[in-house]
T-cell receptor, first 106, second 114 residues
Framework: KNEVEQSPQNLTAQEGEFITINCSYS?????LHWLQQHPGGGIVSLFM???GKKKHGRLIATINIQEKHSSLHITASHPRDSAVYIC????????FGAGTILRVKS | EAQVTQNPRYLITVTGKKLTVTCSQN?????MSWYRQDPGLGLRQIYY???????DKGDVPEGYKVSRKEKRNFPLILESPSPNQTSLYFC?????????????FGSGTRLTVV
């Protein structure tokens, strides 16, 4: 079993929909990161969470340390949100989930 | 602009021909690391460095070398590349190794070894 599990693996949404991507982990961590990888390949760090909730524009990330679970929400989704979203947990190193491929159709 | 610069972006080489992928950051970050990304396997850590002259192996270090002689530079060296090292490589840096700071990634290097 992978230390970091993401769901769903693939997600297709219509423009404007509310999107949720989930991340569960099985080990103790110091922090959790959400990353975005666009089709061109570049990786951008979206959030670092050690507790609670963070918001940046239309993106919201939450973490529940007790339940070892984090969610990334996208409100009013747009085709430019189409990307791979990767959850990574920090122990003595970054351990990555497999990623969620999101496609937002107009 | 704060950034991590990787070069080259694309590289096709032949088996056994030594190559170096450069990585440089301008943020005075202590922590730097190298990852490879393969279909179905996701991102995996190759090597990391906590500071100048301090490096350590990640999950998949075989066939790679690194050095950290200056804080800003962290080159990845493939002494004798093989086809199984064909991959997409990313360098990343962070203020510290604690994980409480975000990571800045380079644009990636797509390496093909024939």
């Amino acid at each position: 079993k992978n230390e970091v599990e993401q769901s769903p693996q693939n997600l297709t949404a219509q423009e404007g929909e509310f999107i949720t991507i989930n991340c569960s982990y099985s080990v103790g961590i110091s922090a959790l990161h959400w990353l975005q990888q666009h089709p061109g390949g570049g990786i951008v760090s979206l959030f670092m969470l050690s507790s609670g909730k963070k918001k940046h524009g239309r993106l919201i990330a939450t973490i529940n340390i007790q339940e070892k679970h984090s969610s990334l929400h996208i409100t009013a989704s747009h085709p430019r949100d189409s990307a791979v979203y990767i959850c990574a947990v920090r122990r003595n190193k970054l351990v990555f989930g497999a990623g969620t491929i999101l496609r937002v159709k107009s | 602009e704060a950034q991590v610069t990787q070069n080259p972006r694309y590289l096709i080489t032949v088996t056994g021909k030594k190559l170096t992928v450069t990585c440089s950051q301008n943020m005075n970050h202590e922590y730097m690391s190298w990852y490879r990304q393969d279909p179905g396997l996701g991102l995996r850590q190759i090597y990391y460095s906590m500071n100048v002259e301090v490096t350590d192996k990640g999950d998949v270090p075989e066939g790679y070398k690194v050095s950290r002689k200056e804080k800003r530079n962290f080159p990845l060296i493939l002494e004798s590349p093989s086809p199984n090292q064909t991959s997409l490589y990313f360098c990343a840096s962070s203020f510290s190794s604690s994980g409480y700071y975000g990571y800045t990634f380079g644009s990636g290097t797509r390496l093909t070894v024939v």
